[in-house]
């Protein structure tokens, strides 16, 4: 350890003239400045494991861009999010620089003369350092994070050639787990493919052969049944379970957004699904195992196979948009209007894309052994303790 110096951010900052600065306020950036196309505005909800997810990533025209420009980032800068989960940040990457800091983040920019930002990335990830931050925070019910906590963390690091070589040990094992997330990603894509084919388009096996009849839904395959939601499933609420009251464990834990921890018992055996009740509603997650469900969040119960209705509930709209917060009515639900097809197309379907599922749960399997020993490394190599 006697090579490695211990220094804080804002002693980085001014050392190499970086900074380390809020985004625009709601007064720079309102609502209606964002539009479909654009430059993306990366806020809190867009910082997930450490990357930038665009899948509902805000946007704002070029001139919006010049007149916030010294929020522009920068490749290697890192964003955090300052209030709620404090502890989420992701590095910038080549193909986000120039995209804009959004209102509710912070950035660091430190260039890459002293600190290399891949190993800074690391470093901020470790359990001890997002503790401490976590414990600097302000407020009561919402945690929130300032310039002042980033400025005063402590980074215990080694020369530069050996921050890049610690980095590169453990950038290896991410790239391993996003290219897994891409296979997986590819899969679910043609299952879904398969799912339009089928149910929505009638050009399943045989259709030729199978004459199409009236329905209050339109023209529908001979054998299919028109039935409301209520008839074949049902919702059933989560249970609230917060964060300090986890017991550490491998039981993965649901919300609205996916995966938001882990605690050592289940509420649902597995398989199951998982619908969003609040926050992100509607969106539907697949669990093999058995899992938790928190309050923000339905699970389903049916007698039909609950493969069919992972593809079927993305494709209906549950929104009820004269609630004053938006969110998933189960009475509203249950009155949605569905198709269900033929009982031997219903189990074929079902057979056919199991084999993409079998698969995509081999992935997924992969990355969670890949996170594990990455995890392990990572305050080893941090600290010295594992020498390179």
């Known amino acids: 350890m006697s090579e490695w110096r211990i220094m804080t951010l804002g002693e980085i900052c001014d050392e190499v003239d970086g900074l380390i600065q809020t985004g625009p306020f709601g007064s720079q950036l309102h609502e209606s400045d964002y539009s479909e196309d654009g430059t993306p505005v990366i806020m809190p909800k867009d910082l997930v494991e450490g990357k930038i997810t665009t899948d509902k990533i805000a946007r704002v025209s070029y001139d919006h861009v010049e007149r916030l420009s010294r929020h522009k980032l920068v490749k290697g ?3 955090y999010g300052r209030r709620g989960d404090i502890g989420r940040q992701a590095l910038i990457r080549e193909e986000e620089n ?3 800091c959004g209102t509710g983040c912070l950035r660091i920019s430190l260039g890459d003369s002293i600190i290399d930002p891949l190993f800074l990335h690391y470093y901020l990830q470790q359990k001890s350092v997002i ?3 976590a414990n600097q925070a302000v407020g009561a019910t919402l945690p929130n994070l300032n310039t002042r906590i980033l400025r005063d963390v402590s980074v215990c690091m080694p020369d530069f050639q050996e921050q890049k070589r610690i980095a590169g040990i453990l950038s290896a094992y991410d790239d391993l787990i996003e290219n897994c997330q891409r296979r997986i990603k590819i899969l679910e894509t043609m299952a879904r493919s398969i799912y339009r084919e089928w149910f929505v388009k009638f050009r399943f096996p045989g259709h030729e052969n199978v004459p199409l009849v009236p329905s209050p839904l339109g023209n529908i395959p001979q054998g299919w049944e028109v039935k409301r939601l209520g008839e074949v499933l049902e919702l059933s609420y989560g249970k609230a379970l917060k964060k300090e009251n986890r017991c550490e464990g491998v039981v993965p834990v649901y919300g609205s957004s996916g995966i938001v921890g882990y605690h050592d018992t289940c509420l649902v055996e597995g398989p199951g699904i998982i619908v969003g009740r609040k926050g992100n509603v509607g969106s539907v997650f697949w669990s093999d195992d ?4 928190i309050d923000t969040a339905y699970f389903i119960t049916s007698a039909l ?5 992972y593809y ?4 209906l709209n549950f929104i009820n948009s004269d609630a004053a917060v938006p969110g998933l009515s189960r009475n509203q639900a249950y009155t949605l209007e569905i198709l269900i097809p033929s009982t031997v197309l219903l189990y074929k379907f079902c057979e056919f894309v ?3 599922e079998h698969q995509v749960s081999t992935l997924q399997s992969q990355i969670q052994n890949l996170r594990s020993t990455r995890n392990l490394l990572l305050p080893h190599l941090l600290s010295g303790q594992t020498e390179i």
């Open 77 to 79: 800068d890192i964003v």
């Open 98 to 100: 120039g995209w804009l």
């Open 131 to 133: 503790k401490w931050i």
């Open 290 to 293: 058995d899992f938790f469900v």
């Open 305 to 309: 196979p609950l493969r069919f209705f």
């Open 312 to 315: 079927l509930l993305p494709t």
């Open 354 to 356: 199991d084999t993409f």
